[in-house]
């Protein structure tokens, strides 16, 4: 009973009562137990209280309850959410070491915490390592690699990480289509982008307003604008219509970069009307 409301608190942000319950609980002879530890720790992580999470884990291993799987990933989790990636590294080196079951939830963990702070070599080493043995990789093996490679500007390897995913037949998430239209646009891959958005409208997928205001903005930054409006009279409009319907709505800075755009190229574009786009936003 003292776990389940401790539990509760702590979701709720409370940690003072919950530490109250925490000292009356043992003061009354009930020792937390591994399942109560870890929601502490969870809890310190989460609020930046690196040096307590580290003495409750302390505290478990003193007593033999931090020798299993869920502490150290709970530990390792922690640590890469503040960017203490090198010990959280060692931490599941340990557990190599010890003999501890390194679960697919410890090496998703590891691989998001270092693609969080850059360190997409050792990232990869980890998601090569978890197919090698055997582990069946998630979504979540994979998607923060793909971001992190689209931000570094290889957008190209994302897309092979793509396709390897769908070889496993998993399901990429909305984000992940995000992440490689954006990263499209940072390399000039415009048209590619469209028609990757494209098939996400076909794939009944949402993406995010900032990715399709950074596609908009990409586009009017090419040089060869002639060329592009052939896809725009065929696909933006599209686009355009459907991001409308989902109530999304260009930034008025946006606007007055199209209107800008064309008005000084002097380009007639009768099929786009673009005033019907501003009268709509």
């Given amino acids: 009973m003292y776990t389940t409301v401790i ?27 591994e399942y109560t530890y870890n929601v502490m720790m969870h809890q310190y992580f989460k609020i930046g209280h690196l040096v307590e999470a580290r003495k409750i884990f302390e505290d478990m291993c003193g007593r033999g309850y931090a020798e299993t799987t869920v502490s150290y990933s709970t530990m390792i989790s922690g640590l890469c959410l503040h960017g203490r990636t090198d010990e959280a590294y060692s931490l599941f080196e340990e557990m190599f070491q010890k003999g501890i079951v390194r679960d697919l939830i410890t090496y998703n963990s590891l691989i998001k915490g270092l693609c969080k702070n850059g360190e997409l070599v050792r990232a990869t080493k980890l998601l090569n390592e978890l197919l090698a043995q055997g582990l069946e990789p998630s979504v979540f093996s994979y998607n923060p690699l793909i971001k992190g490679l689209c931000e570094e500007g290889d957008t190209q390897g994302a897309i092979t990480l793509w396709k390897e995913m769908q070889d496993k037949h998993l399901e990429p998430i909305a984000s992940t289509h995000d992440y490689i239209i954006t990263g499209l646009c940072k390399e000039r891959h ?82 786009l009307r673009l005033e019907n786009i501003i009268e709509r936003n």
Wanted: proline fraction near 2%; charged fraction near 30%; hydrophobic fraction near 45%.
């Fill in 190 to 271: 415009s048209l590619q982008g469209i028609e990757w958005l494209l098939n996400m409208l076909s794939w009944k997928l949402k993406l995010q307003e900032h990715t399709f205001e950074y596609l908009i903005n990409s586009l009017l930054q090419e040089d060869r604008l002639d060329d592009i409006l052939v896809v725009w009279l065929d696909d933006i409009l599209v686009v355009l219509e459907s991001m409308f319907r989902v109530g999304y709505r260009l930034k008025e800075s946006t606007i007055h970069s199209l209107v800008s755009k064309f008005s000084r190229d002097r380009f007639h574009f009768p099929d």
């Fill in 7 to 33: 539990k509760g608190l702590c979701e709720m942000g409370w940690l003072g009562e919950a530490r109250k319950l925490w000292f009356e609980m043992i003061k009354k002879g009930f020792q937390p137990n």
